[in-house]
């Protein structure tokens, strides 16, 4: 075990919503953080290669305008995040917790403690599942490089950068409902393959 994150064989990977529809920039606007799909790649090949838990969650939006719509090729996962998984949830709200089958008693059946969230978008889906995660007594620890997130504009009409909104959610999710990490540190405390 890795002493400073606790990351144990147990320890369950949850990829959250990474579609194809998110490609589509018309529909969500510019980007931040163009790294975050290799470091998401990179977290399920060292999950996958020490067979420890993966969970992906795929959006399934009610609206049919949505590129995240069951019925438009966008409601696809990417290939990077393709490959084998212990669980696959199926959500049309923001956390991964209100999705079918139930990911917490999944996790609570499996014995699994900590969760490791990455995925799009960092504000939405990702912080939402951390934060219900934590309110269920998880212990999550959130991937922020390995997620990212769209410039939004605000009530008052001023837009808030994808970088901004990237370091709101660390902001408002460490110490409180997670521990923010970095692709890197959770790398290097992944179980070596004994």
């Given at each position: 075990m890795n002493e400073s994150l606790g990351i144990t064989p147990t320890t369950a990977l949850i990829v959250v919503d990474v579609q194809q529809g998110f490609r589509d920039a018309e529909h969500w606007g510019r980007r931040g953080n163009p790294d975050s799909e290799q470091n998401i790649h990179r977290l399920l090949q060292a999950w996958r290669d020490v067979k420890m838990p993966v969970v992906l969650v795929s959006h399934s939006s009610t609206d049919p305008d949505s590129p995240l719509h069951p019925s438009d090729q966008g409601h696809q996962l990417e290939e990077i995040v393709e490959?084998?998984?212990?669980?696959?949830?199926?959500?049309?709200?923001?956390?991964?917790?209100?999705?079918?089958?139930?990911?917490?008693?999944?996790?609570?059946?499996?014995?699994?403690?900590?969760?490791?969230?990455?995925?799009?978008?960092?504000?939405?889906?990702?912080?939402?599942?951390?934060?219900?995660?934590?309110?269920?007594?998880?212990?999550?620890?959130?991937?922020?490089?390995?997620?990212?997130?769209?410039?939004?504009?605000?009530?008052?009409?001023?837009?808030?950068?994808?970088?901004?909104?990237?370091?709101?959610?660390?902001?408002?999710?460490?110490?409180?409902?997670?521990?923010?990490?970095?692709?890197?540190?959770?790398?290097?405390?992944?179980?070596?393959?004994?």
């Open positions: 490959g084998p998984a212990d669980l696959h949830v199926v959500k049309s709200v923001n956390s991964s917790f209100h999705g079918t089958p139930d990911l917490d008693a999944w996790l609570r059946a499996a014995g699994i403690e900590t969760i490791v969230v990455c995925g799009i978008s960092t504000n939405h889906c990702c912080e939402t599942t951390a934060r219900v995660g934590g309110n269920l007594g998880h212990r999550v620890l959130f991937a922020l490089d390995a997620t990212h997130s769209f410039d939004r504009t605000g009530p008052d009409g001023r837009v808030l950068t994808a970088e901004q909104l990237m370091q709101a959610t660390a902001t408002n999710l460490h110490g409180e409902f997670a521990t923010v990490v970095s692709t890197e540190e959770l790398l290097r405390a992944v179980p070596r393959r004994g």
